[in-house]
């Protein structure tokens, strides 16, 4: 458990009478606007990185998983459209190209060019 982590812990905890009340703060402060709006900034922001993201299709898929999580809901073609332009100008030629508008099928695409 990280430090901010174990602050929050010894700060709130004693507070919160019920599992509901335990479970609601812990969302609010993993998963709360300040945390999916620093992810929406990083799903708008971030570019692939072939040295520190292990796979093209790694990269999507864990930027896809956070995206289904944020609030409002993103459609799946706007996933595939804002995660696209994390790539390379070839990748993203290819994604157009093969017209993949669903995770599913990107996915699927990702993986042959990764081969």
């Known amino acids: ?4 982590t174990s602050q929050w812990i ?3 905890y004693k507070e919160l ?3 509901e009340q335990i479970r609601e703060a812990i969302t609010e402060f993993m998963w709360g606007p300040g945390v999916q709006a620093r ?3 990083a799903l708008c922001h971030s570019m692939y990185d072939r ?7 790694a990269h999507f898929l864990c930027y896809s998983m956070v995206a289904n999580n944020l609030m409002p809901k993103l ?8 995660i696209s332009s994390h790539y390379p100008a070839f990748v993203q030629c290819k994604m157009l ?9 990107t996915l699927n695409l990702l993986n042959k060019l990764n081969h």
């Open 10 to 12: 010894n700060t709130v």
């Open 17 to 19: 009478s019920s599992y």
């Open 51 to 57: 040295i520190k993201d292990r796979s093209i299709t």
């Open 97 to 105: 190209s093969a017209g993949t508008r669903t995770i599913r099928g």
């Open 75 to 82: 459609t799946e073609s706007d996933m595939v459209d804002i």
């Open 39 to 41: 992810w929406q900034c």
């Open 1 to 4: 458990m990280d430090r901010n």
